[in-house]
């Protein structure tokens, strides 16, 4: 009798027992997904914190390098298909916000590169405090890809594992993208010195 009793709360406990383990597995998962949404909107922040100065770095060495006008204009087309993406891109869908981003960072470093064959822009405070803002911000950049890549990635793997797959399954969780491209890193602003020139020329 007592051992009917017991199968029978067993049998009765049984859908109870799915549905709690079931809601516990969808609130891991949308914690999860929660995390790579934050973690995307930083990198939103950040990219738009560069998109914004590049225009500036532009107006600011366009009169000095008359004639590296198709490297400005690479940089401007380049900038303005990046915006367009991140416009565009969200955590689930990111689209093609990673190969825009890497040809916005290849052109800023070409024209960067160029900028020390102008004397006259490698001593120009306003040319030097955008191109630290630029370096900072690439930082900034990697550091905030870094923590969505590894927000996806930890999603992903609570998204296969068994029963959560089950669960991400019947609510449709898709899997998430992280985000890579070839770092084309910036150089470092050079530092003026008092003298005019900049630090690596004073101590040459």
Not at 88 to 113: K, Q, R, W, Y
């Amino acid at each position: 009798m007592e051992s009917a009793w017991i199968l029978g709360v067993a049998i009765a406990a049984g859908p109870l027992l799915v549905l709690v383990v079931g809601v516990a597995i969808q609130n891991r998962l949308a914690a999860a997904k929660v995390r790579v949404a934050g973690a995307f909107a930083q990198i939103e922040v950040q990219l738009q914190r560069r998109h914004d100065l590049v225009p500036r770095l532009v107006e600011v060495v366009r009169a000095a390098m008359a004639h590296e006008r198709e490297t400005l204009e690479r940089v401007t087309a380049a900038r303005t298909r990046a915006a367009e993406q991140l416009s565009a891109a969200t955590a689930d869908a990111p689209g093609d916000l990673a190969p825009a981003e890497a040809a916005l960072e290849h052109s800023l470093g070409v024209l960067v590169a160029r900028l020390e064959a102008y004397p006259e822009l490698k001593s120009s405070q306003n040319a030097l405090a955008l191109q630290e803002e630029l370096v900072t911000s690439e930082n900034r950049i990697a550091f905030a890809r870094h923590a969505y890549n590894d927000a996806v990635v930890r999603f992903n793997i609570a998204r296969r594992e068994f029963p959560s797959n089950l669960v991400a399954s019947l609510l449709r969780y898709r899997e998430a993208k992280v985000l890579e491209w070839d770092h084309a890193a910036i150089a470092e602003a050079p530092v003026v010195s008092i003298g005019g020139g900049s630090a690596t020329e004073a101590s040459a």
